[in-house]
């Protein structure tokens, strides 16, 4: 009977033997190189669980960044300036001030297994959805004694089970779910790839053998939902890395026929807790974690946590776990009401044509004004299309006045949103208009260098701000021409009033308009 493998795919099919004999060859090209961090960017994750053994069985510092983002990568490279960068094959290296290492498929003759379990902290970093990423030390005994609760949480029992992850495997969540469990349980393997769009998942999933378990992302749950696509036969589908709805939950469980199973979670803690979320809201603490909760937020307390670890939720204990109660900085307050955030980002989502939206709070320290902003891309709908099914569905006092309609959401790889991507969006949100010299308003005006009617340019700049024709104008006040085939860009901002509207060009302002603080 064929073993069953640690790497499965339609490229590669790895068996554990061969496996570690490519991590001992690996151990013997570093230990020939100077003592460096290593900075695993590999594209296939055979070859970062390879990296992770050797890096722990040398002693060798690890460094994973969740961020693939030049940015980012540069960033951790300018404080770790001694890093070792390490690929696979025909991989380029996106942090070239770093030298790099390729990893080859050659094997040693040593068979037995690197004596990796003891080896130095790993550093891994939060995602920056509430701030800078900060980096965070776990060493490889606590993923090791990890592994067992996944498997309890995920019912793997003795069968054997092939993980297919959407998520990258430098990130807490892959690196639990798609290194861990393979590395330690001898009878889970794990897709090579990390497929993005829903055929190439659907793909994924029929080309490995035993129990299937999709470890994926709310959103590219959706986009799965949303296409509905043929699946095999699954064992468990489990998200993290941000909030999964109820509805989408039970879409998926119609859709496939399996459970959908949430983690709750942090860089700082692993996997903290799960929940069947299609038929509970209560979340079942893992067992050798204790939480403490707190006025507005709750501490997570374990035989690898040195010191209690405090979370940004608010919680309260019930029977079995416990409930989320939204994050301390999660809710909106207008008018004497409250509400979440991700409350209303999730409503925002179900209205059809959304196909990614949030809701957030502007940076408030200039004005008393508190309203939430939608960020939303929906290609085939308007601003106001957007606001008339929001006042449906919300309290009139919810509805955003403001809507940044976007191609995409800057998600980072794991779906979640940086929050320097948001408030960067928030602050600079112009969207541009430019009059042709052939737009019927300028026929014979000023010809040869015609000049747009302040009429039109206003009209231009309420339509991207997105209000309906019946707006009440406090005022309007034009400030120099526009000349066909100019470039105008138009900011909002939000006041005690309304909305103030600026249309500038590179140069000049063009016009500035108070809008009535509840467009009828």
Not at 355 to 362: K, S
Request: aromatic content about 4%; proline content about 8%.
């Amino acid at each position: 009977m064929t073993p069953f493998p640690i790497i499965a795919g339609p490229e590669r099919f790895v068996s554990r033997q061969d496996f570690f004999r490519g991590c001992n060859r690996l151990v013997e090209r570093l230990e020939a190189m100077p003592e460096q961090p290593l900075m695993p960017l590999c594209s296939r994750r055979g070859d970062l669980i390879t990296a992770f053994v050797a890096a722990s069985a040398l002693g060798r510092r690890l460094i994973l960044p969740n961020d693939a983002g030049a940015a980012a990568l540069n960033g951790i490279a300018a404080q770790i300036r001694n890093a070792m960068v390490v690929l696979s094959p025909d991989d380029v290296s996106p942090v070239p001030a770093l030298p790099s290492l390729i990893i080859d498929d050659s094997t040693t003759a040593f068979d037995a297994e690197p004596s990796w379990r003891n080896g130095p902290a790993v550093t891994l970093y939060t995602s920056g959805s509430t701030g800078m990423p900060e980096p965070h030390y776990h060493f490889p005994a606590m993923f090791v004694d990890g592994v067992e609760v996944w498997a309890s949480h995920l019912e793997l029992g003795d069968g054997q089970a092939t993980i297919v992850a959407t998520v990258p495997a430098q990130h807490m969540f892959g690196l639990e779910t798609s290194v861990m469990l393979p590395l330690v349980r001898a009878n889970t393997a794990v897709f090579e790839g990390r497929p993005f769009y829903p055929a190439d998942i659907a793909a994924a999933l029929e080309s490995v053998p035993g129990n299937r378990v999709l470890v994926t992302t709310p959103l590219h749950l959706r986009a799965l939902v949303k296409e509905a696509l043929h699946l095999p036969p699954l064992h468990r589908i489990v998200t993290a890395t941000a909030p999964l709805s109820t509805e989408l939950a039970r879409q998926a469980e119609d859709l496939w026929n399996v459970p959908v199973i949430e983690i709750y979670g942090s860089t700082e803690t692993g996997m903290a807790a799960s929940r069947r979320t299609a038929a509970t809201e209560t979340f079942s603490l893992r067992a050798d974690f204790t939480l403490v909760p707190a006025e507005n937020s709750a501490t997570f307390r374990g035989v690898h946590l040195a010191r209690g670890v405090p979370v940004h939720d608010r919680v309260a204990l019930v029977p079995g776990g416990f409930i989320l109660l939204g994050r301390s900085e999660d809710v909106a307050e207008v008018a004497g009401k409250r509400a979440s955030l991700s409350g209303l980002s999730i409503i925002l989502n179900r209205i059809p044509g959304v196909e990614d939206g949030v809701m957030v709070l502007p940076d408030t320290r200039s004005t008393a004004i508190a309203r939430p902003v939608a960020v939303v891309a929906a290609p085939t709908l308007t601003a106001n299309q957007i606001r008339r099914a929001l006042r449906q569905l919300i309290p009139d006092v919810f509805v955003p006045r403001q809507i940044i309609l976007v191609d995409a959401l800057p998600r980072n790889a794991t779906g979640k949103l940086p929050s320097a991507a948001l408030a960067a969006l928030l602050e600079h949100p112009g969207q541009h208009f430019t009059i042709s010299p052939d737009h019927p308003a300028l026929a014979g005006h000023f010809p040869g260098n015609p000049i747009v009617p302040g009429v039109v340019a206003l009209d231009e700049t309420l339509r991207i701000v997105g209000i309906d024709q019946s707006v009440v104008l406090h005022s309007v006040k034009f400030q120099s021409v526009l000349r066909a085939g100019e470039q105008c860009t138009v900011h909002i901002k939000e006041g005690v009033r309304g909305l103030t509207a600026t249309c500038s060009t590179d140069d000049r302002q063009i016009l500035t308009a108070l809008i009535a603080a509840e467009p009828q």
